[in-house]
Nanobody
Framework: QVQLVESGGGLVQPGGSLRLSCVAS????????MTWYRRAPGKERELVAS????????NYADAVKGRFTISRDDAKNTVYLQMNTLKVEDTAVYYC???????WGQGTQVTVSS
């Protein structure tokens, strides 16, 4: 079955960096668009970034453009989210998702606080 396992979250000070990873299994990763979403406390889940097949068509939410970078390694069935210059408002649970399969990981908590 489809499995998505996120890791890399944690507590970081404003201005710091984190790299999230999502290891996928149970489907053809290389043929799948991959996305990162997040849900902040009291807010709706929002799309953060997406990367298409062969790393074409990378898209970002306005709030993270220029600070976050999504990438993928098809040999490792892994999608990454490099997050730089983190802000307090980036605090959320971050989820990996395969849109065409409507499958989600369990999420990883990112907390940005001084």
């Amino acid at each position: 079955q489809v499995q998505l396992v996120e890791s890399g979250g944690g507590l970081v000070q404003p201005g710091g960096s984190l790299r999230l990873s999502c290891v996928a299994s149970g489907f053809t990763f290389s043929l799948s668009t991959m996305t990162w979403y997040r849900r902040a406390p009291g807010k709706e889940r929002e799309l953060v970034a997406s990367v298409g097949v062969a790393s074409f068509n990378r898209n970002y939410a306005d709030a993270v453009k220029g600070r976050f970078t999504i990438s993928r390694d098809d040999a490792k069935n892994t999608v990454y989210l490099q997050m730089n210059t983190l802000k307090v408002e980036d605090t959320a649970v971050y989820y990996c998702c395969v849109p065409r399969l409507a499958s989600w990981g369990q999420g990883t908590q990112v907390t940005v606080s001084s």
